[in-house]
């Protein structure tokens, strides 16, 4: 069955400073994934997605993730965090036979230390 | 980005009550809208997906009676909680696509949470 696995439940970082924040998925053919991130009284925003093509997905607001097939992740990253940052993140896959349902992780939140 | 309402933000009611959530979607037309259901500090679970003049397919699991779906036109959706009970107090999250595949994006609204007493 599909699953995707955030291993981080939380994260602190100093503003500034890189960020990485980890998914790992289980899917059998090839995958389709997804950043979202999810702020205090807005909806889900997406950040990237990967279909096919270049590994190194670039992304809104200066995020970027990269597909690592032989490691079974994608994860996320940024050079330089802004306090604005500070957020619920969610790792996705796309699934399902009629490529519809959207599987989502666990999440994982992101706290900026200024 | 296309924007998508939901409407209350929070409601509190009694057990045995019944609550109606709308889901607008204000700059396009939704062909399809997904209701999703979010515990504290877990994942988006989905619960169903409507297409516009149908019925409304939900994922296994997920009480068909409990949790009515109407997705009577192209920008709007309701989901009723019939008789709620406090085990379905949780964050009620539906989002809209105009298309049914995730090959195009779906739209979040920002969500409702239900409290039963």
């Known amino acids: 069955a599909q699953s995707v696995t955030q291993p981080d439940i939380h994260i602190t970082v100093s503003e500034g400073a890189s960020l990485e924040l980890r998914c790992n998925y289980s899917y059998g053919a090839t995958p389709y994934l997804f950043w979202y991130v999810q702020s205090p009284g807005q909806g889900l925003q997406l950040l990237l997605k990967?279909?096919?093509?270049?590994?190194l997905v670039q992304g809104i607001k200066g995020f970027e993730a990269e597909f690592k097939r032989s490691q079974s992740s994608f994860n996320l990253r940024k050079p330089s965090v802004h306090w604005s940052d500070a957020a619920e993140y969610f790792c996705?896959?796309?699934?399902?036979?009629?490529?519809?349902?959207?599987?989502f992780g666990s999440g994982t939140r992101l706290s900026i230390r200024p | 980005g296309a924007v998508v309402s939901q409407h209350p933000s929070r409601v509190i009611c009694k057990s045995g009550t019944s609550v109606k959530i709308e889901c607008r979607s204000l700059d396009f037309q939704a062909t399809t809208m997904f209701w999703y259901r979010q515990f504290p500090k877990q994942s988006l679970m989905l619960m169903a997906t409507s297409n516009e003049g149908s019925k409304a397919t939900y994922e296994q699991g997920v009480e068909k009676d409990k949790f009515l779906i109407n997705h009577a036109s192209l920008t709007l959706s309701t989901l009723t909680v019939t008789s709620a009970h406090p085990e379905d107090s949780s964050f009620y999250i539906c989002s809209a696509s105009s298309s049914g595949g995730f090959y195009n994006e779906q739209f979040f609204g920002p969500g409702t949470r239900l409290t039963v007493l």
């Open positions: 990967y279909f096919s093509g270049d590994t």
């Open positions: 996705a896959v796309g699934a399902g036979s009629s490529a519809s349902k959207i599987i």
